[in-house]
């Protein structure tokens, strides 16, 4: 019989493993991965075979707080200070456009329908401002995670990078306003001056926090230079950082965004290879959050009025956020793509909102809206059940967009590069040819005339039999009068392994490093060990980044 903490432990590992199995699968059939851990929650969650129960969830609530903070913590490194100042006043017109048009629409609509079916102006009024508030928030897990599966790169890229980063502000704002317009309408003590106090109180503290802790992972960062142990303190500093924030009741992604921003931008270049390693660490943990997600998601017994609710929600959410980006962008005069494809890249509802709703719950759970039903449970009934549609919507939103943009595939890495490519690609074929029977001066003169540390040597049937490199000249430059007479055939270095031009980049670089060797002679196979030219690291290096640029 397991114990509750073998259980904990099954349930992640089954998680994680069914929900790489679904990613894989709906990969298979051109449908964002997200979507794959999703399903693989639903079917072990409330939904299907009820693996996962409501007390495991709960009890794996503070690992939703760290994906969280990974999540904000690696959107902020998106954003840099540069892209800020350059397109700051764009993001800030679209955000407040695609926030308010979606809060405004949604409210209003939900307010009258629950009117029309509860007669009661107050309590629908303030259900429909909570809701509105919940709808303007954007999940940056999911939308991340497609972004990054399709190595997507670009002005529209950034732009919703930059969107769904501040898009947790402008949603905590607008729910902290919403709910303390909702306790002063039903008649609760709540001042709406106490509501923006606490609100400001929430967002700066979380900043000040971010930013003290990203000062300090910039520190760590600049001295340190065991990879492993970068990654450590860093992964510990986030711990810190995640924990405080749920201590100090500020916002976890606000917090863990901003220490991203500060380390991103204290130091640009020594932590691209940190957030490498973040962002490889955290592959599990976003697996396992989606499943999560899609274990929570229960849609049963829902009253009519609820269902109608849920499908102008999804509605209307989607035409604010769409609408909104577009008036946004065009009054910052953003570039037409931007105009025409932000809010499609919106649409996605997640972590932020469900966080939303549980805490909208705890301070609205005794506010009555009808006879049976408090507004705590249409909340929370609500969000689940919009979050699931536009979840399983929005990721394939996100994809179409940045594939009409046309800036799919073109975020890649020089590793990316250098695994497409094979040795023929980056392949120098004016190297000099030396033969086995040439003298040593005529070696010292080929060298003095091109810039290369080596050459091929063949013999008399045009075969290679190794190559001759400057350090096997060293021991002859005291003794220049035996140049004439003595043959590159009497210093060749031993045979040495050859490259085929066949062959993968990424496993001849790897061959090189291993035996220590700048540059290699080239053959045609094996085989045939017939040079065609030489393979230099220099080169490859030169050619990747010319790749990244064009890219």
């Known amino acids: 019989m397991l114990d509750s903490s073998s259980s904990i432990l099954l349930i992640m590992g089954i998680g994680i493993f069914g929900g790489i199995g679904g990613a894989w699968l709906f990969q298979k059939i051109k449908i964002p991965q997200v979507l794959g851990y999703l399903a693989i929650g639903i079917i072990i969650g409330k939904s299907g075979l009820h693996l996962i129960d409501s007390d495991i969830i709960q009890s794996l609530e503070n ?26 006043k764009q993001f800030s017109a679209i955000l407040l456009g695609e926030g308010v048009l979606s809060f405004t629409l949604v409210t209003i609509a939900i307010s009258l329908v629950l009117y029309m079916f509860t007669n009661n102006f107050a309590a629908s009024m303030a259900a429909g401002i909570v809701f509105g508030a919940i709808a303007s928030a954007t999940d940056p897990a999911s939308t991340m995670s497609v972004l990054w599966e399709y190595r997507a790169k670009g002005v529209l890229t950034t732009t919703v990078i930059a969107i769904v980063a501040l898009d947790d502000a402008l949603a905590m704002a607008l729910y902290g306003l919403g709910t303390g317009l909702a306790q002063m309408i039903l008649g609760g003590e709540a001042s709406l001056i106490s509501q923006l106090i606490g609100i400001c109180i929430e967002l700066f503290g979380a900043v000040l926090l971010g930013g003290f802790a990203g000062y300090i992972m910039n520190l760590i960062v600049h001295f340190s230079t065991d990879k ?21 009741n500020i916002d976890v992604i606000l917090a863990a965004m901003t220490m991203g921003i500060v380390v991103t931008n204290m130091a640009p270049q020594r932590s691209k290879e940190f957030f490498e390693l973040i962002k490889s660490f955290s592959a599990p943990i976003y697996v396992l959050f989606f499943v999560l997600v899609g274990a929570r998601l229960v849609l049963g017994n829902m009253p009519l009025f609820l269902w109608i609710i849920v499908a102008l929600y999804v509605i209307l959410r989607s035409l604010g956020k769409m609408g909104g980006a577009w008036i946004g962008a065009k009054v910052s005069g953003a570039v037409p793509v931007v105009r025409k494809y932000t809010g499609l890249s919106l649409f996605a509802q997640g972590g932020v909102a469900i966080g939303l709703s549980i805490m909208a719950t705890q301070h609205l759970q005794d506010l009555q809206i009808a006879e049976g039903i408090n507004l705590s449970d249409i909340i929370i009934t609500g969000v689940t059940a919009t979050t699931f549609i536009v979840q399983v919507i929005g990721p394939p939103m996100t994809k179409l967009a940045v594939k009409l943009a046309g800036e799919t595939g073109r975020n890649i890495t020089e590793e990316d590069v250098i695994a497409e490519w094979k040795v023929s690609d980056v392949l120098d074929e004016k190297v000099p040819i030396v033969r086995s029977t040439d003298s040593v001066r005529k070696v010292v003169t080929l060298f003095a005339e091109c810039e290369y540390f080596c050459l091929p040597v063949v013999d008399q049937d045009n075969k290679s039999v190794g190559m001759i490199s400057m350090n096997d000249l060293k021991q002859l430059i005291g003794s220049q009068d035996t140049w004439e007479w003595l043959l590159v055939g009497d210093v060749i270095s031993n045979r040495i392994e050859l490259i085929s031009s066949s062959s993968p980049l990424e ?4 061959t090189m490093k291993q035996i220590g060797r700048e540059q290699l002679p080239v053959v045609e196979t094996e085989e045939n060990p017939v040079p065609l030219g030489m393979l230099d690291l220099r080169t490859v290096r ?3 980044n010319k790749k990244l640029v064009k890219a």
């Open 63 to 88: 690992f939703n707080y760290f994906a969280l903070g990974i999540i904000g913590f690696m959107v902020g490194g998106e954003l840099h200070g540069s892209t800020m100042k350059k397109y700051g």
């Open 228 to 248: 492993t142990r970068t990654m450590i303190f860093g992964i510990g500093t986030l711990f810190i950082v995640i924990s405080l924030s749920l201590i100090f």
């Open 507 to 510: 496993e001849a670089m790897k």
């Open 542 to 544: 030169k050619m990747v």
